[in-house]
């Protein structure tokens, strides 16, 4: 007697948990279409840096303490590094602006 019971229940639990499954797949694939990737500055660079160009480079506000800078800039160089394959100008444009964001900038631009 018990056992019908039991085979209708696990039935009914399968139904509403495959009810639940559509209806979470529908609304994952409703969902709006978000970037997951951090968009970092595109475009090519300016004659001078400004702070603002550094920020933009670096990935961080134009008010920010050294301690920051100094951590975005690692960050950064690590994936553009020329000894890992990264270019010798981007590598000369991140030194350049993490000078610039710490104000050691001497205005000499970079090497290229």
Do not use: C
């Not at 509403?16 to 994952?28: P, T, V």
């Not at 020329?82 to 090497?111: F, R, V, W």
């Amino acid at each position: 007697m018990a056992t019908p019971m039991i085979a209708g229940a696990a039935v009914a639990a399968a139904a509403y948990a495959g009810r639940y499954g559509i209806l979470a797949w529908q609304a994952f694939k409703s969902r709006p279409r978000v970037p997951r990737m951090r968009r970092f500055y595109e475009g090519g660079f300016q004659s001078a840096m400004t702070r603002r160009e550094a920020a933009l480079i670096l990935g961080v506000r134009e008010s920010v303490v050294a301690e920051k800078v100094k951590e975005a800039h690692r960050r950064v160089m690590v994936a553009n590094h020329p000894d890992a394959g990264g270019s010798h100008y981007l590598a000369s444009k991140i030194n350049e602006a993490k000078e610039m964001m710490l104000g050691k900038s001497k205005n000499t631009g970079s090497a290229f």
